[in-house]
């Protein structure tokens, strides 16, 4: 089976309560897509299906983005580790001048790729791991729920902080992760958003969005 044909099989179009404006192929339940998705792949201990989910951190930056698009209005973007591409798709609707999706997980690219065309946009999407390369020149970084493990964390802060000499401008969208670096960041805006019990600790989570300070 292929990958689009997993995804179509195992996910509904719906749209993430934060943002109506867009449609994703999203899962109703987490664990049984997991089990499901290691079954595919004949792999066990692979990481969550991120990219079937409206993450909190995700949802608030795509309804940020949306509302202030002066952030990326007519602006290099790249979006870092874009999952379902919610915040990709946002910027595309918030009239970037181009977007670069990156994820590491083919099915999170082919998902994006998948959740573009519902929605009438087109993204530039690649599966690689760009955190191991030189940020690349680009105006605006958007990342979304990325602080919740230590290493991974660190490695981020350090391309941003990277990307943020040449250029850039970091924005972060993340409902308290525990390695996320407050101190280094300034909030713009909060929302509550509706999440899915599956995943996390409540069903509304208090999000925030922040910008990484110079």
């Not at 719906?14 to 109506?20: E, G, I, Q």
């Not at 509550?192 to 990484?212: C, F, G, H, M, Y």
Request: glycine residues 6%; aromatic residues 8%.
């Amino acid at each position: 089976m292929s990958k689009a044909e997993f995804i179509r099989q195992n996910t509904s179009v719906m749209p993430p309560p934060l943002v109506p404006e867009i449609k994703l192929h999203l899962a109703h339940e987490a664990v049984p897509l997991w089990q499901k998705t290691e079954e595919e792949l004949g792999e066990m201990g692979l990481a969550p299906p991120f990219w079937a989910f409206a993450w909190a951190g995700g949802q608030a930056l795509a309804r940020y983005v949306l509302d202030h698009a002066g952030t990326v209005g007519n602006l290099r973007v790249v979006d870092l580790a874009t999952g379902s591409g919610l915040v990709a798709i946002a910027a595309v609707q918030a009239g970037s001048a181009s977007i670069v999706a990156t994820d590491i997980d083919e099915f999170a690219t082919t998902a994006a790729e998948m959740n573009a065309a519902l929605n009438q946009v087109s993204l530039d999407i690649k599966l690689e791991d760009v955190l191991h390369q030189q940020p690349p020149p680009t105006d605006v970084i958007l990342v979304g729920d990325l602080f919740y493990e230590k290493t991974l964390a660190i490695r981020c802060l350090t391309w941003l902080r990277q990307a943020q000499r040449q250029g850039a401008k970091v924005f972060i969208g993340d409902p308290g992760r525990s390695y996320l670096p407050k101190e280094q960041l300034e909030k713009l805006a909060e929302y509550n958003v509706p999440v899915t019990r599956d995943l996390e600790d409540a069903e509304i989570k208090r999000t925030s969005v922040w910008q990484l300070r110079a």
